[in-house]
């Protein structure tokens, strides 16, 4: 294989890798919904408590952020069998995220320390351009439309319409308005595009250093 090759690969890696990463690091970053809980009035709106409210959240970010298969159970909330279907679906999607996060980081760390050697380096730039294109994409379909961005991507992750969540069987949905789904993907994408400078800044030292 090529060095131009190994290249456009190293960077296809790096680029799911960080997206991968800006996906879990999102999930995990639970006083992002602690402030949310504030600034979108949850207590105010559905009569709970706020250490009721970060009981049953904890509970889902708990259980998705998990490998094992320990069935999902939320402190004071019930749950019909489609919620636990949906939430089963959820976990897969963030396992893979998380496998692609682990494998990605590994493999991409073997491909820079083998691009390093051979002193090339593009892979840095044609990665940059990749993880901001992305956003820019994603990001344009968001501020256009939220509400069916939100939809579309329910529509193609799953095969069913489990996530249409009925609140007198599943009141969970109730503590997780569409507003906080719309800051997560705010989050990931502002990550998705650190990462992004990150790659662009080092390549552009290292030109400049190769210059000199």
């Known amino acids: 294989m090529k060095i131009k090759a190994w290249s456009i690969l190293l960077s296809l890696i ?52 998990s490998f094992g298969k320990v069935p999902l159970e939320f402190p004071t909330f019930p749950m019909s069998e489609g919620g636990r279907i949906h939430f089963e679906e959820v976990k897969n999607i963030f396992n893979l995220f998380k496998y692609m996060a682990i494998f990605g980081t590994l493999t991409g ?45 329910h529509e193609l992750a799953f ?22 789904f719309l800051h997560c993907a705010v989050m990931i994408l502002v990550l998705v595009i650190l990462g992004s400078l990150i790659c662009g800044l080092i390549y552009r030292r290292v030109q400049r250093k190769n210059v000199k």
């Open 159 to 180: 095969n069913n319409d489990y996530w249409l969540f009925d609140p007198a069987t599943d009141p969970v949905i109730n503590i997780l308005p569409d507003a906080y």
């Open 109 to 153: 760390a073997a491909g820079i320390l083998r691009q390093c050697r051979k002193q090339s380096y593009g892979y840095l730039k044609l990665t940059a351009i990749l993880t901001v294109a992305l956003p820019a994409v994603i990001g344009a379909t968001v501020a256009l439309n939220w509400d069916w961005t939100f939809a579309a991507f």
């Open 14 to 65: 790096l680029t799911l890798t960080l997206i991968s990463l800006a996906v879990v690091l999102t999930l995990a970053c639970k006083p992002l919904y602690y402030l949310d809980i504030h600034a979108l009035h949850i207590p105010e709106t559905t009569g709970y408590t706020i250490s009721e409210i970060k009981a049953n959240y904890d509970a889902v970010i708990d259980y998705s952020l």
